[in-house]
């Protein structure tokens, strides 16, 4: 089975109907099904599930949103597993979107929908004291556990079942806060998360009463801090968390002067976090423009079956690139003379603006696709225009970081249309929450 929809229901007979009906229209005949988890209700949600062709798994008595769902998510046969709301604020074209998502990247183990990244679209807003008190939250869950992350609390989430499975022995809280703790027990873990946009609506009356679930949130966030603390959600052996890398990567640089202090700013600066799933976990990565190898390192140490080759002509940053990982080496050149044998992925981080001219970039990505085995990835990272601000504080970090030098910045509706036309089939992702520059992934496949 393909896909399995688990869906918490406390009391929601009388909305619980139409969720259903929009899923199904949204699925049609598609090869999933759809769990009912009854939390307890003490009115006819079991009934309304069943009698809409729900499975329904009835819990005795009322637990929570958070031991609803891990109820759901261990009864659950499908290779993808959803949770989601009962009142289907999130619109159902989501689910297939978010399925298509993870067939096109199979290194992306959760997909988290946001109400607050960019192309998301709210159609009726919470009330504004919600509002309010979830921003308060939202600022305190990413002062703690990051800040690449728009929207901690959405119930709208899709897993790889072997990662939903492992998330859910490593998730305690069984109310409210269980969504923010599933993010922070699959990072800790070790999986590779990535957030799409949706569009949502507040439908009907809410359950939440703001002032006590604040109380709860604010004391909860303080139970799952001090998890988190004592390693509660350490990755399994094997598995190296990305901040755990990041730490590891770092500290290949230090006493190395500007490199070092380099490698700390290219963490804050470059979307990292964001490209490392889109990078096949084995066999040849060519990093073209690596500089001092920062992503080349991190890439070696989060996955040890990579080959990762760094190329750049700088040969004074090249000096300082290898740090002793037995998987990652570097070279003087570029792709057309120093890959002699074909890779899984080439990777353009920031590369094309720096070329010599607009006319020297199509060449390039043609050049890369040669190079590629079939179905191997070109991963580009580029400027975006959106949001403004962010874009300006690149093109001013550009100006000054290289003073003289002519910046060739291609957008989405340019560079796409390119990278089709030099043979990729293209995926455009947006991957600047976290940075304080306007960043877009391109994942080209090899057509």
Known sequence: MRLSIVIPAYNEESRLPLTLERVRAALGASDREIIVVDDGSRDGTAEEAARAGASVVRLARNGGRGAAVRAGI????????????????????????FADHFDRHPGVDVLIGSRNALGSVVVVPQPFLRVF???CFLFA????????????TLGFKMFRREAAADIMRHQHDAGYLAEAEIVVAARGRGWRL??????????GASKVRPWREAWR????LAVIVARFLR???APAPGRLSFSAAKRRTTGLYDGLGWPSLFARIRFFTAPYAGLEPHVPREGLIVDLGCGYGTFSNLLGLMAPGRRVVGL???????????RGLGNV???DGDVRTAVTEPADAILLIHVLHHLGSYEEQEPLLASCREKLKPDGRLVVCEVDRRPYWKYLLGWLADRLLYPGDDIFYRFPEDLAPILERCGFRVDTIRSDAATPFAHVTYVGIKR
């Open 74 to 97: 261990e009864a659950a046969r499908g290779g993808l597993v959803l949770e989601m709301d009962a009142d289907g604020s999130v619109d159902a074209e989501a689910i297939t979107r």
């Open 133 to 135: 008190l979830g921003g």
């Open 141 to 152: 869950a990413k002062a703690f556990f990051g800040w690449d992350i728009s929207d901690y």
């Open 194 to 203: 990535q957030e799409l946009p949706v569009r949502w609506a507040e439908y």
């Open 217 to 220: 949130s604010l004391r909860g």
């Open 231 to 233: 390693g509660g959600y």
């Open 312 to 322: 750049d002509y700088d040969t004074v940053k090249l000096r300082h690139a290898p």
């Open 329 to 331: 080496t570097f070279r």
